[in-house]
């Protein structure tokens, strides 16, 4: 449905460097990374609002790379969503259908088929300044989808609301995606709302993709230290891998770690926090990794709380563990613990 071949531009301070990238027709796809990653430019490169100085852009085997916005049948929904305050919500919608000459009873049907759907019918009326954060997102969707585009592209769309709006429109987009069965193309820098949402994903920084997957082998397979610690993984630790009985240990200051598989030489070490596991005595545990700590720091960090452990050969580690496991241990500061994990959560790069 989309393809990305070397595509390169540079506008103002930002830049997408040699971008290649598909994504199916039906996918939800996850755009991540940091503030000034490029990832709006690339946005706006698919939408048609830039062309790019080199490379080419292909929606539904097409070559659209300098096609203007109209040609190219995408929804765009901006960050700020960009409606017309001088319209009400009913007019907002139909502007794309107006603009592509659709007929008054044409305009009226499709309007209020995609106002049910996306559960606004009742603000049709409205003037769009009266509207919550919420509802102003589902209307800036309602106008992109009216035009029953190929693609829907979405910058930010979360980033505004609360958390709890938020967390209810996660949701909400997923399931556009498969009732409308239109292909997403989601810009984000938090990785909760880019897990929760996306067949595929990647990683952006510094105007390059690093990265394209799963969410789920992003996370555990980073292709970089910085992807693994802008993923969440606080335990990334240079090494030197040498292999031993059909594994490898990993010399880190004086602390050997064991990771599954076979590695010689300089290696990064990552470690995702929530496989790092805490008991108050030894544990009977086939880990092969297992250190005694201790508990430097204890603070919340949404469901979870993250412990960080100093073990006794200088280097730290912090593990994520849920309240009740918290309570149960009954951990505080100054505590002696033992953190264990096995040898394949250790993932070498």
Aim: with cysteine; aromatic share 8%.
């Amino acid at each position: 449905m989309l393809r990305l071949e070397h595509v390169s531009r540079r506008w103002s301070e930002f830049s997408v460097e040699d971008a290649c990238l598909d994504c199916s027709r039906g996918e939800y796809f996850v755009v991540m990374g940091p503030t000034g990653a490029g990832k709006t430019l690339l946005l706006q490169l698919i939408a048609g609002i830039y062309y790019p100085e080199s490379g080419k852009i292909f929606i539904n085997g097409r070559d659209v790379t300098f096609h203007p916005p109209e040609k190219r049948n995408v929804g765009y929904v901006p960050q700020n969503y960009a409606l017309f305050p001088h319209l009400n919500v009913h007019d907002n919608i139909a502007y794309g259908l107006k603009f592509k000459g659709y007929s008054k009873p044409e305009i009226e049907k499709t309007v209020r088929e995609i106002a049910e759907h996306l559960e606004i019918g009742s603000l049709l009326q409205r003037n769009v300044e009266t509207l919550s954060g919420g509802e102003q997102q589902r209307v800036a969707l309602a106008r992109a989808l009216a035009v029953n585009p190929l693609i829907l592209l979405l910058d930010e769309p979360l980033s505004a609301l609360d958390s709890k709006t938020r967390e209810n429109l996660r949701g909400y987009l997923r399931r556009i995606n498969r009732v409308f069965r239109v292909t997403v193309v989601h810009v984000t820098h938090d990785l909760v709302e880019a897990v929760s949402l996306a067949d595929r994903m990647a990683v952006m920084s510094r105007g390059r993709i690093l990265q394209v997957d799963r969410p789920e082998q992003i996370l555990t397979r980073p292709s970089s230290p910085f992807i693994a610690e802008f993923t969440g993984s606080i335990n990334v630790f240079r090494g030197y891998a040498t292999p031993r009985e059909n594994m490898t240990e990993i010399r880190v200051s004086s602390l050997s770690l064991w990771a599954a598989g076979s590695r010689r030489g300089e290696v990064t070490a990552v470690v995702r926090p929530e496989s790092i596991l805490l008991a108050k005595q030894h544990p009977q545990t086939s880990a092969r990794n297992v250190f005694r700590g201790t508990v430097v720091g204890v603070e919340p960090r949404g469901a979870v709380y993250a412990v960080t452990i100093a073990t006794n050969s200088g280097l730290t580690f912090t593990s994520y563990i849920t309240r009740s496991a918290l309570l149960e241990l009954e951990l505080r500061r100054g505590d002696q613990v033992y953190l264990f994990f096995k040898a394949s959560e250790v993932h070498m790069l």
